[in-house]
């Protein structure tokens, strides 16, 4: 499937043709700055789709792994929900940042003890390492895409313990939802963003940095 911006070129023009559904308006009363914060919709609406699928109607012990741009919002949108979330990254210096705002952040999974009642893996190969934290009852969602990787699941141990796992990709029905939740939070590119001109492409793959998210822009 052609995705415009992953495996289809064309979103670096000025203007850009597709479908009405997936498009949204961006307010024009506020900053060129916040208006960056709206680059967070398509990945929210990830997010989103996939809380959907979980018992959240009681507060509940969830662990995150990755913090990149999906797994630091849905950690956001948890925590701001009430939940004990903890959440794991491999990356050291973004661990750090993270940290000053987020109470459980973990460099390793070995550095966590417990079960939790919902993991959510936003990488997408983490289920073998992620699942002997899963408690009874438990759920396992899985957001990432890993197109390549494939794993053995123990059926008998998912039935005996009455797990689920879940998966979780088409979101263009949550795209008015992401906006209006970035609406109300637009200084959240703050700690999120590195921005890159154009022309430092190379640099904007392959430095190591500890934002979530790296956004080019254009100078004149």
Known sequence: MAIAGLNKHGTFSEYFITKENFVEIIPSN??????ETFLLVEPLACVLQGLEKLDTSE???????????MGY???KTL??????????DSNEEKVAMLSKTMPCCFNSLEAIEGEFDIIIDTVGNQFELGYPFLKRNGEFLIL?????????????ALV????KILGSSEYTTHFYDAKKY????????????LKYNLIDFNQAFFEKSSCIKRVFVFSN
């Open 30 to 35: 506020i900053s060129t700055e916040q208006r």
């Open 79 to 88: 925590l701001k929900s009430g939940h004990q979330v903890y959440s794991v």
């Open 182 to 193: 970035l609406e109300a939070h637009l200084d959240i590119q703050e700690e999120v963003f």
């Open 144 to 156: 990432g895409l890993q197109h390549r990787h494939k794993v053995t699941v123990n059926t008998t």
């Open 160 to 163: 005996q313990k009455n797990q």
């Open 73 to 75: 919002l849905a950690t």
């Open 59 to 69: 507060l509940k012990k969830i662990l995150v792994i990755g913090q990149g741009t």
